[in-house]
């Protein structure tokens, strides 16, 4: 089981630093990936770790705003979220794989581990 946790309510330009800890191991074998899915909206792919060489992939809308991240001992996978707007609004989920993925299949592969969400408010 995964726990996704570190939201809450933030103003614009704000920043917010979501972990994801997995429940009876580490993510030291574990592709991971954060989606997000606001409300009336599909779920969609923020980003996502590889877990042999720690290769990272992030959709455009948060690079230069948003990076994953995990620790040296693989026990936390965290989300790093910069100059937050509006439209970050979502609830975030991490997600996990047994799989050593080709990057450009984050999106669209099968995950094996969901975590329940953590909401993220950005307010104007």
């Known amino acids: 089981q995964l726990q996704a946790s570190g939201g809450g309510v933030v103003q614009v330009g704000g920043s917010l630093r979501l972990s994801c800890t997995a429940s009876g191991r580490t993510f030291s074998r574990l592709t991971v990936g954060w989606f997000r899915q606001a409300p009336g909206k599909e779920r969609e792919f923020v980003a996502g770790?590889?877990?042999?060489?720690?290769?990272?992939v992030h959709a455009d809308f948060g690079k230069g705003r948003f990076t994953i991240s995990k620790d040296n001992a693989g026990n936390t996978v965290s989300l790093q979220m910069n100059s937050l707007e509006p439209e970050d609004t979502a609830v975030y989920y991490c997600?996990?794989?047994?799989?050593?993925?080709?990057?450009?299949?984050?999106?669209?592969?099968?995950?094996?581990?969901w975590g329940q969400g953590t909401l993220v408010t950005v307010s104007s």
């Open positions: 997600a996990a794989s047994n799989s050593n993925p080709i990057l450009s299949s984050f999106r669209t592969m099968p995950y094996d581990f």
């Open positions: 770790m590889r877990w042999g060489d720690r290769k990272t």
